[in-house]
């Protein structure tokens, strides 16, 4: 099955295709879904059977490159359209497939009666084409065509409504805003695929990280390359300081949020990293400041996310504050716990998005938390769904978001430091506490909904899809219990991973060893202070709901600027954009266009006119006088030549 | 014939080319500006002779030949768009003719 991997590629684009082109033919909401899930579901299934198959393979043989045709050859230059299936591409295909196929079913319930249905599901679908290619290409250029091509659907989708008002603008503007972000990280991705290329004369994966291991190259160039990349992984995974534009992107439709801006898309550059981790292990330095900036935008998105009433703009926060999170595991050198981290949020963060989607289908397109409000008894099974997901991002013991966050807490200790480890804690608890507020407006406490709401539970297609994301939130962690519990290569998700990082392992230095006691009191710090906050967070939001209030206003400054998400949206405006459209309009437009290369056309043609109305003087249409100038011109000619012998 | 001076032949050339181009430039009937022209072409053609003469060279004969082929052509021509000017205009006046201008 594994040769046929490529049809994992290829179904989704089929898919894409039917309902993009018969979608608004087709007229049946039914088998739409069905064409657009099956599609999917397929490839799904597909890359399930290729994981078990890699399974049964010893460890050497794990990997293994589909090469399907040469895309292009231009003197060195040979890129080929071939999927590598490995531990790491096969980990992040099932994440992609499994997780896609249930929010395609569920998007069949949410989506229902929307007039533009078959658009939704064939974005959908060139989403999961774009994403595949991402996650599976052997080589950087066909990344890069996922990359920009997860962007495009990203930037399709959020602006999916693109009649609908969002915030103080349009979903267009949103979309805009997430695309032009995205463009100045790809604009690094590109960069370091040329300095990539011009230092190792390929662009294969294989190639060039076998070169990067075997051959010393110095340290600046690695420092640069890894930057470069860096940069395209922060615009796609929105870390500081190109965040921005992923809290901008719920203005799409629920489902895209929960698939591609916390699921899937947002973790291509996570992927990306890992993928390339002996680059990145080559320049500790970069791997220092991924690090930082991983710890702050896990810090600073989980107190934007404190103060948030918009139920999806919390979870946008939230998504990226994991995100951050993960940045952090990879920037001290643990890559394969940012993949678990990465693979346990994918279910968490999705399941949340889909419960906040089955809350909002619910009560009739309203968002804000302040309006909910004892919705427990209305919907039974989205508020259970969503306890557990909000329990599992929380780390509460034995469900996966313990595992994997803790594994990130204990590295960011071990290979980092204490400083890490207490912000890192910090803002686990303050995730906790923003989730379980989150849970109490929602599902508890009085209605504080108008009369003309009737909240009901969403219908079944919606509910699975909960049920099953709840379930993988709650055994997801499993797969990769830590050594401290387990025993000596316990870890089963670590061992599975190991071959891929195993160089960058090799090239970053060893670490002091640590006690597993330490480990162990470290986990519970962790553990009481999340389920501190999670009781904090009940004790001010249902029994004391007054106490918000007055926090609030004693720290009106702070409050104010949390609320206005540290005025980061305002800066760059002032910073950025105007500068951009004040130089563009007044230099660009009103001076360089209009002056310089207008005025050089219209110069240009001024001075023909001009100079033509005095030559046209000589076209009197008398023959003699042209015979005349005739004459004229050869006694000139000839004097000339006389003169001259 | 020898002994006559190529300069007379040049002299009496020139004075023909020079009546051809006042010719030209002065008279107004298209007909004897026309024949002015051919006025022109023979004092080119007288030159071209006595020159081939003069240095003993059969090539400028042969290029006369050319000239009164060519000339013969152009007369031809030539007086068919003066009868066809003067059909449709009733005059053969060139400054009456100016059509092409600005």
């Known amino acids: ?645 | 014939m020898n002994n006559v001076p190529i300069e007379y032949y040049l002299i009496l050339s020139a004075f023909m080319f020079a009546v051809g181009t006042a010719g030209v430039l002065i008279r107004r009937n298209a007909i004897v500006v026309f024949m002015c022209i051919e006025l022109m072409l023979n004092s080119a053609n007288l030159t071209l002779v006595a020159f081939s003469s003069y240095l003993g060279l059969a090539a400028g004969q042969v290029f006369v030949f050319f000239v009164m082929t060519v000339a013969a052509a152009e007369a031809a021509v030539g007086l068919a768009i003066i009868i066809a000017i003067f059909r449709n205009k009733s005059t053969v006046n060139i400054d009456e003719i100016h059509i092409f201008k600005w």
């Open chain 1, 1 to 645: 099955m594994i040769n046929y991997i490529y049809l994992t590629v290829l179904l989704p684009l089929v898919g894409f295709l039917i309902n993009g082109i018969f979608g608004k033919k087709i007229k049946n909401e039914k088998l739409t879904g069905i064409i657009g899930s099956s599609a999917v579901g397929l490839s799904f299934i597909i890359v399930l059977i290729s994981f078990f198959q890699t399974l049964a393979l010893p460890v050497e043989e794990r990997s293994h490159t589909v090469e399907l045709f040469t895309w292009i050859n231009a003197g060195g230059l040979n890129i080929k359209v071939a999927y590598l299936v490995d531990q790491l591409s096969l980990v992040m295909a099932l994440i992609v497939t499994g997780v896609g196929f249930l929010i395609h079913v569920y998007s069949i319930g949410y989506m229902h009666g929307d007039k533009s249905f078959w658009r939704f599901f064939a974005y959908l679908n060139l989403f999961i084409f774009a994403m595949m290619n991402l996650i599976l290409s052997d080589n950087f250029v066909l990344l890069f065509l996922g990359w920009e091509g997860v962007g495009l659907c990203s930037y399709l989708l959020i602006g999916f409504w693109y009649d609908r008002k969002f915030e103080k603008g349009t979903t267009s503007q949103a979309a805009k805003k997430a695309f032009v972000v995205n463009r100045i990280g790809d604009f690094g991705f590109l960069l370091g695929m040329f300095l990539i290329f011009l230092t190792f004369d390929s662009l294969n994966f294989h190639e060039v990280f076998t070169k990067a291991e075997l051959f010393p190259i110095s340290e600046k160039v690695y420092g640069f390359i890894a930057l470069f990349l860096f940069i395209g992984a922060a615009g796609k995974s929105a870390q500081i300081p190109l965040f921005v534009w992923l809290p901008d992107a719920m203005a799409g439709p629920t489902p895209v949020s929960a698939l591609i801006h916390a699921a899937t898309m947002v973790t291509a550059g996570v992927y990306m990293v890992a993928r390339c981790s002996i680059l990145f292990a080559s320049a500790p330095a970069i791997l220092t400041v991924i690090a930082v900036i991983g710890l702050l935008t896990a810090f600073f998105a989980a107190t934007i996310g404190l103060v948030q009433n918009d139920i999806k703009k919390v979870l946008a926060y939230s998504t990226v504050s994991q995100l951050g999170y993960m940045f952090l595991a990879l920037g001290v050198g643990a890559f394969s716990a940012g993949i678990f981290h990465l693979m346990t949020h994918a279910f968490f963060k999705a399941l949340l998005f889909l419960g906040a989607g089955s809350v909002i289908h619910a009560m009739h397109d309203r968002q804000d938390i302040q309006q909910y409000g004892g919705l427990k008894k209305y919907m039974p099974k989205t508020f259970i769904t969503f306890f557990i997901a909000a329990l599992a991002i929380s780390g509460f013991p034995g469900l996966s978001g313990f595992f994997s966050k803790d594994e990130i807490l204990w590295y960011a200790y071990s290979h980092g430091s204490v400083l890490m480890w207490i912000t890192g804690v910090a803002t686990a608890l303050m995730t906790a506490f923003y989730m379980f507020r989150l849970v109490f407006l929602t599902f508890y406490g009085k209605e504080r909904f108008s009369h003309d709401v009737h909240p009901h539970e969403s219908p079944s297609v919606m509910t699975v899809p909960l049920m099953i994301l709840a379930v993988l939130s709650v055994i997801g962690g499993y797969i990769g219990i830590p050594v401290i519990f387990s025993g000596e290569g316990g870890n089963h998700f670590e061992h599975w991973l190991a071959p891929i990082f195993s160089s960058a392992e090799r090239r970053l230095e060893n670490y002091g060893a640590h006690s597993h006691f330490e480990e162990l009191l470290l986990m519970f710090i962790s553990v009481a202070a999340a389920l501190g906050s999670i009781y904090f967070a009940y004790y001010v939001y249902t029994r004391r709901p007054g106490i918000a209030v007055t926090v609030s206003g004693k720290f009106k400054g702070l409050y104010k600027t949390l609320v206005n998400k540290y005025y980061v949206d305002e800066v760059y405006e002032s910073v950025i954009v105007q500068p951009i459209q004040k130089v563009s309009e007044r230099f660009l437009w009103k001076f360089a266009d209009n002056k310089i290369i207008d005025g050089a056309v219209n110069g240009s043609a001024y001075i023909i006119e001009k100079l033509g109305e005095v030559i046209r003087l000589f076209q009197n249409g008398f023959t003699q006088f042209y015979a005349l100038i005739m004459m004229l011109g050869i006694a000139i000619a000839l004097f000339w030549i006389i003169l001259s012998l």
